[in-house]
């Protein structure tokens, strides 16, 4: 079994609808991951039945027990996050402020304070259209620990490709290159990146691509909409041939690309043109990269 992640330093790029291109061309022989779970937007290709849902609970919140404080402003004063304002005469705890520290709770002399398990989101096991299974997750606005949750996610995929005896894992990571990225990229076989010829786009590759060399993972490039800036794509193709980065392809611009999108559609769906070919060629290139 074989994890392929693909990621990119910005967002914009096009990562997601190739992604989903990979999970549609993969078959059943895929188990796809949805990693980028504070913009989850793979389901709105891949149109999962959200079959199977569990809530996802990471850190601890504050809870101030009305009947209990006396308004004594200990739990206030030491908070270093601004957490506990006075609201109606009451001290309350702002939930998008608060740290979980646990500190108000330890100084509050009448023990009214306590921490609970904070839930902040949820992730889904799915069939979608191709009959693939599909794991994916959505953060809640405003929730921290979005890392975990990836990692959650891809230990769930991880699974359930073990179970089913699936070749591929295809995830979808994060842009950037954050928590969720690491986590997105963490024992993966091989890593696909996906820029742009923009000089954002190539600042971004180079940052991303530290992250990738860190791990000491394999990784390949696909440069879409290549011929919207040459000189800028002969940069990125000369910043990959001395990285020994894999150029995996060069995708022209292409409206249909984006009118595929539009009605719910990946590329290799929606249009049998010079794209559909080189999206094809592309997954054959990363499938045997990674098998190496």
Request: glycine share 8%; net charge negative; charged share 25%.
């Amino acid at each position: 079994m074989k994890e392929i992640v693909v990621i990119s330093g910005k967002g914009g790029t096009g990562k997601t609808s190739i992604t989903a291109s990979f999970a549609v061309l993969g078959g059943n022989n895929v188990v796809v991951a949805d990693c980028d779970v504070d913009a989850a937007d793979m389901h709105l290709l891949m149109q999962p039945d959200f079959a199977q849902s569990e809530d996802f609970y990471s850190g601890e919140l504050a809870i101030i027990d009305q009947d209990k404080c006396t308004q004594c402003d200990e739990c206030a004063n030491v908070c270093r996050y601004s957490a506990i304002p006075i609201i109606d005469g009451k001290y309350i705890v702002d939930a998008l402020s608060c740290e979980g520290c646990g500190y108000c709770a330890r100084v509050c002399p009448t023990e009214a304070i306590t921490n609970v398990d904070l839930n902040v989101g949820k992730w889904y096991v799915s069939t979608v259209k191709t009959g693939n299974i599909m794991v994916h997750a959505k953060l809640g606005i405003g929730a921290d620990n979005s890392g975990k949750l990836v990692a959650k996610v891809k230990n769930e995929a991880k699974q359930t490709a073990s179970d089913t005896n699936k070749d591929y894992i295809i995830v979808d990571g994060s842009p950037g290159i954050g928590c969720p990225v690491v986590s997105s990229i963490s024992g993966a076989n091989f890593v696909v990146l996906v820029t742009e010829p923009s000089v954002s786009g190539l600042h971004d590759l180079k940052r991303v691509y530290q992250l990738v060399k860190k791990f000491k993972i394999k990784a390949g490039c696909i440069i879409n909409k290549s011929d919207i800036n040459k000189q800028v794509s002969e940069e990125i193709e000369n910043y990959l041939e001395k990285e020994d980065i894999v150029h995996i392809s060069s995708l022209p611009y292409d409206e249909t690309f984006t009118e595929a999108m539009t009605k719910g559609k990946t590329i290799v769906e929606y249009d049998k043109s010079k794209l559909y070919n080189s999206m094809i060629e592309s997954w054959e290139k990363v499938q045997l990269i990674a098998n190496k």
